[in-house]
């Protein structure tokens, strides 16, 4: 469900934007939503966002809104977060490269974020899983698709997901993740 607005008679075309997307498969929607297709699973995102420009550059550049999302029984597809944090724990530091053999299966992935002239700032990224749990904050540059995130990992002793408790005792090492989205860099904080 959604409504979009464009306003073509200032001499800089306006847009608004609201949608709330329910059960959406989260791959293929977020790779032609934003070029990112890191994330899989069933998804609901709700945005509000307003922007004007004479180019998808300008626009992107100009977002303004906020919203939150929330993706089910998927996976973050490209990387195996707990065989990362067992390097980083040997003091191992290896930057985060994607491999689609790799996957970090999740039964939640949830968050909030706002939007400011392009830069999306996250600051309650909530990750439960098998064996992890994780809480994030941090900023995606949208028009120049870079990131710059600490994440807070947690390896715990528990198979238990989306009931599981979110405060059990493990093993956390702070992990700062910044670059491009392609190639983002990823070392111990």
């Not at 970090?104 to 098998?130: E, H, W």
């Amino acid at each position: 469900k959604g409504t979009l607005q464009v306003n073509s008679r200032p001499r800089v075309p306006e847009f608004k934007a609201r949608f709330n997307v329910s059960r959406v498969s989260a791959r293929p929607f977020l790779k032609d939503a934003t070029d990112f297709d890191w994330i899989a699973g069933q998804g609901n995102v709700a945005i509000k966002i307003n922007s004007h420009g004479r180019s998808q550059r300008e626009i992107v550049s100009a977002l303004v809104g906020d919203g939150r999302f929330s993706f089910n029984d998927g996976a973050i597809v490209g990387v195996n977060i707990p065989q990362l944090l067992r390097g980083l724990g040997r003091g191992q530091m290896a930057n985060l490269k994607k491999s689609e053999a790799m996957k970090t299966d999740f039964t939640l992935l949830s968050g909030s974020f706002t939007i400011k002239r392009g830069v999306a700032q996250n600051r309650d990224l909530k990750l439960v899983g098998p064996f992890l749990r994780l809480s994030g904050a941090g900023i995606v540059d949208l028009p120049v698709k870079q990131v710059d995130y600490r994440v807070k990992p947690k390896l715990v002793a528990s198979a238990q997901g989306q009931g599981g408790q979110g405060t059990l005792p493990g093993l956390e090492i702070p992990v700062i993740i910044k670059g491009s989205w392609d190639n983002p860099k990823i070392a111990p904080d």
